[in-house]
């Protein structure tokens, strides 16, 4: 699926929230590893803290066996409040879709095979790209609350619907399956 062009804007998947994920099913298929975006992919940028109902989502995704990873881009302060007391594995300024961060990951939960590595994330150009940079099994969920997107990430967006576009116009049987229904919640 890496072959053609723009593919690497292309997610192995969609779904409209990470609350749709079917990890059970990500673990059947060989899956070991789970790396999570925070800003509009668990929360908006509004909300500063972890929740109950978050707690028991990421709590249930381990208890599957998975090791899991929160990788965001951003800075320390806002991911350590965010993340609070709780034993949750995190990496902050990432850099994605650099490889360094998601490189660090790796290192972090002792994963060697990035075969084995789902990444979940909200942004076209940071998750997606990166992620299948990387050549894990990548997963695009709609930003919860895309108003809230820092300026940064509204950059990101203009060149995000840029590269959509391209792959569109390239890989229709790709857009079709993939990104239509992405594009159908803006
Ligand atoms: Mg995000």
């Given at each position: 699926?890496?072959?053609?062009?723009y593919t690497k804007f292309i997610p192995n998947?969609?779904?409209k929230s990470v609350k749709n994920i079917d990890f059970l099913h990500l673990y059947q298929a060989g899956f070991r590893t789970v790396f999570i975006d925070i800003d509009n992919t668990l929360v908006s940028y509004k909300q500063h803290e972890l929740t109950e109902d978050l707690i028991a989502f990421l709590?249930?995704?381990?208890?599957i066996g998975?090791?899991?990873l929160l990788i965001s881009n951003n800075n320390q302060e806002r991911?350590?409040?965010?993340v609070g007391k709780h034993p949750f594995p995190f990496i902050y300024s990432a850099k994605k879709p650099l490889k360094r961060g998601f490189k660090s990951g790796l290192n972090r939960l002792n994963e060697t095979d990035v075969t084995k590595v789902v990444h979940i994330?909200?942004?076209?150009?940071t998750d997606i790209y990166g992620g299948n940079r990387m050549g894990f099994y990548t997963i695009l969920v709609s930003a919860i609350e895309r108003k809230s997107d820092i300026l940064p990430t509204r950059i990101n967006r203009k060149l995000e619907a840029f590269f959509i576009k391209k792959v569109k116009k390239h890989q229709k049987a790709l857009y079709e399956s993939r990104l239509r229904p992405y594009v159908e919640t803006l």
């Amino acid at each position: 699926m890496r072959q053609g062009k723009y593919t690497k804007f292309i997610p192995n998947e969609y779904q409209k929230s990470v609350k749709n994920i079917d990890f059970l099913h990500l673990y059947q298929a060989g899956f070991r590893t789970v790396f999570i975006d925070i800003d509009n992919t668990l929360v908006s940028y509004k909300q500063h803290e972890l929740t109950e109902d978050l707690i028991a989502f990421l709590n249930q995704i381990e208890s599957i066996g998975f090791k899991l990873l929160l990788i965001s881009n951003n800075n320390q302060e806002r991911i350590e409040t965010f993340v609070g007391k709780h034993p949750f594995p995190f990496i902050y300024s990432a850099k994605k879709p650099l490889k360094r961060g998601f490189k660090s990951g790796l290192n972090r939960l002792n994963e060697t095979d990035v075969t084995k590595v789902v990444h979940i994330g909200d942004q076209l150009m940071t998750d997606i790209y990166g992620g299948n940079r990387m050549g894990f099994y990548t997963i695009l969920v709609s930003a919860i609350e895309r108003k809230s997107d820092i300026l940064p990430t509204r950059i990101n967006r203009k060149l995000e619907a840029f590269f959509i576009k391209k792959v569109k116009k390239h890989q229709k049987a790709l857009y079709e399956s993939r990104l239509r229904p992405y594009v159908e919640t803006l």
